[in-house]
């Protein structure tokens, strides 16, 4: 009797605990005391009553979560159970059209996000958990800008993502119209509250996605995809939202949430939920005061008009396609300020198309390098500022960043990632900042390679970089290299007269090919990123203007030691002897086949990544590096040519050597097409 009775009463006490524990939950507005919500980061309840998860500043990143964790699996059987949820959103991005960088419905095992990242990774992970399993984290991303680094399709789209951003399932923004079966486009960034739905249902294990402008659900979702929760969740969740906004920016809101586990979410109407802060309110006032305004209003306009006089006559006048166009547009005097008027002191060094100096962001405090490139033609600015827009969706952590760009009259200003350790040519040649180990110098070499089987490969057209070389080769806090200046070459292509000269390359890393064809392709870089790998293993430039002329090409040198099998003897010195024989061997064997003079016998950039990752092992022999070894290319060497070997020295009347006035390292080739007198200025190898 008395067992019965306790047996009872536990099945009471279990029924009323089970009933009591929260399945589901509605918001109509967010600004009650009551309200269990826990917010993180930059995110605050407005006055309306939404989640401001962001404003439109920079580099932010802001989390709102249910305050206590759901019970998302059956304790019996550990599958995860079916739920629901509907929210409104709005992105309003700080300029139109350009979003940064995205929302995410977020099912995680915990609501603290301190260790994420802004950007890219929408506040939810940072790059040293992306992608690992032991994250359990599901996420809805609702991203407004494309990061290739994630193989994302566009800057407007939806996915699902598993304890990573690269998406599992994505799709374009859009929704079905129900009359028609239709799929029309919606803008996410537009500004407009969008209603989102994310349901999943345990049985079919299908998570479908579903947006639409207004209150009433689409019949057929954006997006189903196949995946079975139960192996991603943990017992308790937590359900919430994560933001970030990069360089770019969008106020992220929330306006309305309702969120069920084993059923269909409750309803949401559009109209009964808060609306958006509007634009600024204008001050109303007293006559007297809007009088002597007015009174103040007349002097200071004269002071404007002077002052818009000057602007029009020095500042930039920014043309309605130039806010159409990808990366940050920054103003002049923005730049001017960080880099303190382009002074002496900030200039970090001279590049092939010209100087590089420092500066810090006033508004964020970024560093930032920024490259003043002079422009002298007018024309054909639009495509010099396409090209800017394209080198400026290259993303890759092996790549120099481009932040973005400023045009003023002649100049052209690119506004890079700023990497504490310079080029890596300060630390190879004469006297290096510090000696590099050969894991540090192993790990650059790897690096720059993945950056450029990205430029070749992994973008949706094939960059050719044209100017590889260790002084492109910049260094981040890490020592990870970095590969700077793609693009470029291309780019000043547009600026100058295409029946004169084009620059596109550097002395000593010229592949044979290149003066005959006049044309860069990937080839052309893999020969020069072999005559980077010597440098990198042996510390010396691809041309020693001081050695002797047995040593005078690398090259050259690099093959005579291999062909008398002391191949070790080139290794730089300064490494004391202090490097695995094996990976050093590699690299040099890499090196020569890449600097192969057949084009054709060079690996490609995937090849030469592989054999990098040991993925592959190097062939035992190597195609001899004959210098007389030219038929196929069917040219005249008399002629045209002086050491055939890897030396590119031409005495051809089609060639103009200039010089940009860094005498050591970067004497850039022309070609033209049209003959040319002969012409060499600055410092060409004497024989
Ligand atoms: C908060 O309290 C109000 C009444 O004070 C109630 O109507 C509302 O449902 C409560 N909200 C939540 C999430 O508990
Ligand atoms: C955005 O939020 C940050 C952090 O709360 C604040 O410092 C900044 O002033 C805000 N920006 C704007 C434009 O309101
Ligand atoms: C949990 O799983 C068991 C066994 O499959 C099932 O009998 C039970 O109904 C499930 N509970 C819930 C709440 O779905
Ligand atoms: C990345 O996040 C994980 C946990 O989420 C944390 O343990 C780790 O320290 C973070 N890494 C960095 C570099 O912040
Ligand atoms: C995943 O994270 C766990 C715990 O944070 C860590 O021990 C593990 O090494 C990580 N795995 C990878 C591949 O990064
Ligand atoms: C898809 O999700 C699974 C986990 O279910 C994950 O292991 C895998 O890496 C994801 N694939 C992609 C392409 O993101
Ligand atoms: C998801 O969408 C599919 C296809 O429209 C539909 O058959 C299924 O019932 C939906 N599932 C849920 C949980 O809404
Ligand atoms: C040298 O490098 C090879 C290949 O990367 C590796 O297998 C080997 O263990 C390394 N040897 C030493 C002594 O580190
Ligand atoms: C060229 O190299 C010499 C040393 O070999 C050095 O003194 C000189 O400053 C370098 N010039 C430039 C422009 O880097
Ligand atoms: C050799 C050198 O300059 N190393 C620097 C690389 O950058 C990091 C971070 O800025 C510095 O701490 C190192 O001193």
């Not at 993945?450 to 080769?473: F, P, T």
């Not at 016998?601 to 070894?629: F, K, N």
Request: glycine share 8%; proline share 4%.
């Amino acid at each position: 009797m008395f067992n019965f009775f306790t047996f009872f009463c536990l099945i009471v006490s279990l029924s009323i605990l089970a009933s009591c524990e929260l399945d589901e939950f509605i918001y109509t507005r967010f600004n009650e005391p009551n309200n269990s919500l826990t917010l993180s980061g930059v995110a605050k309840i407005g006055q309306n009553g939404y989640i401001q998860l962001t404003n439109d500043t920079s580099r932010l990143m802001g989390h709102a979560f249910y305050s206590s964790p759901f019970h998302f699996k059956n304790s019996s059987d550990s599958t995860a159970f079916s739920f629901s949820t509907c929210f409104a959103l709005a992105i309003v991005p700080e300029y139109p059209k350009l979003g940064g960088h995205g929302l995410a419905f977020t099912i995680s095992p915990s609501k603290d996000f301190s260790t994420a990242l802004p950007s890219q990774y929408l506040g939810l992970l940072n790059a040293s958990d992306i992608g690992n399993y032991s994250n359990h984290i599901f996420a809805v991303e609702f991203d407004t800008v494309r990061d290739f680094e994630f193989g994302d399709i566009n800057d407007n789209h939806v996915g699902v993502n598993i304890n990573s951003l690269a998406s599992n399932k994505s799709a374009a923004a859009a929704y079905f119209n129900d009359d028609q079966s239709v799929k029309q486009d919606l803008n996410l960034k537009s500004g407009k509250v969008i209603l989102a739905w994310v349901e999943y249902d345990s049985v079919t294990r299908l998570v479908n996605v579903t947006l639409s402008p207004t209150s009433s659900k689409p019949k057929v979702p954006l997006l189903s995809y196949h995946l079975d929760l139960s192996l991603i969740f943990k017992e308790n969740m937590y359900v919430g939202f994560a933001a970030s906004t990069g360089l770019l920016a969008s106020s992220h809101y929330v306006l309305g949430w309702s969120f069920k586990l084993n059923g269909e979410s409750k309803f949401l109407d559009l109209d009964s939920l808060p609306s958006l802060p509007g634009p600024k309110k204008k001050h109303t006032g007293l006559i007297i005061v809007i009088s002597v305004i007015s009174v103040v209003l007349a002097l200071s306009l004269i002071l404007v008009a002077v002052y818009l006089v000057w602007m029009f006559k020095n500042a930039d006048v920014i043309e309605p396609w130039e806010l159409e166009i990808g990366p940050h547009r920054y103003s002049y005097q923005e730049l001017k300020k960080a880099t303190r008027g382009f002074k002496e002191s900030e200039l970090l060094g001279r590049g092939g198309f010209g100087k590089v100096y420092k500066g810090v962001l006033r508004n964020s405090k970024a560093q930032i390098a920024v490259k003043r490139i002079s422009h002298e033609s007018k024309q054909g600015l639009r495509e010099f500022v396409s090209e800017i827009a394209s080198i400026g969706r290259l993303r890759h952590r092996n790549l120099v960043q481009l932040f973005g760009w400023c045009r003023r009259r002649g100049d052209l200003l690119l506004v890079y990632e700023f990497m504490p350790n310079g080029s890596l040519d300060n630390f190879l040649f004469d006297q290096p900042k510090m000696v590099l180990t050969w894991e540090q110098r192993f790990k650059i070499i790897k690096g720059v390679a993945s950056g450029l089987l990205y430029l070749h490969e992994g973008y949706e057209q094939v960059v050719v970089h044209r100017d590889i070389k260790a002084s492109n080769v910049l260094l981040d806090g890490e020592l990870n290299g970095k590969l700077g200046d793609f693009g470029l070459a291309r780019l000043y292509e547009h600026g100058s007269n295409p029946s004169t000269t084009k620059v596109v390359g550097t002395l000593g890393y010229l592949a044979p090919e290149l003066p005959r064809t006049g044309r860069a392709t990937t080839k052309t870089d893999v020969f020069a990123f072999g005559a980077l790998l010597l440098e990198v293993v042996c510390g010396r430039r691809p041309i020693e203007h001081k050695a002797g002329p047995e040593e005078f090409v690398l090259m050259d040198l690099v093959w005579d030691k291999w062909r008398e099998g002391k191949i070790i003897d080139v290794v730089d010195y300064r490494m004391k002897g202090e490097f695995n024989k094996s990976e050093v061997l590699m690299v040099l064997k890499l090196g020569l086949m890449c600097s192969n003079n057949k084009p054709l016998a060079r690996p490609s950039i995937r090849q030469v990544v592989r054999y990098l990752e040991g993925e592959i092992g190097m062939p035992e022999a190597l195609t001899a590096h004959d210098s007389d070894d030219f038929e196929g290319f069917g040219f005249d060497e008399s002629e045209h040519w002086n050491s055939l070997g890897s030396t590119n020295i031409f005495k051809s009347s089609s060639f103009t050597c200039l010089s940009n006035g860094d005498e050591n390292s970067s004497t850039y080739v022309s070609f033209s097409t049209s003959p040319l007198p002969l012409l060499y200025s600055g410092e060409i190898p004497r024989y």
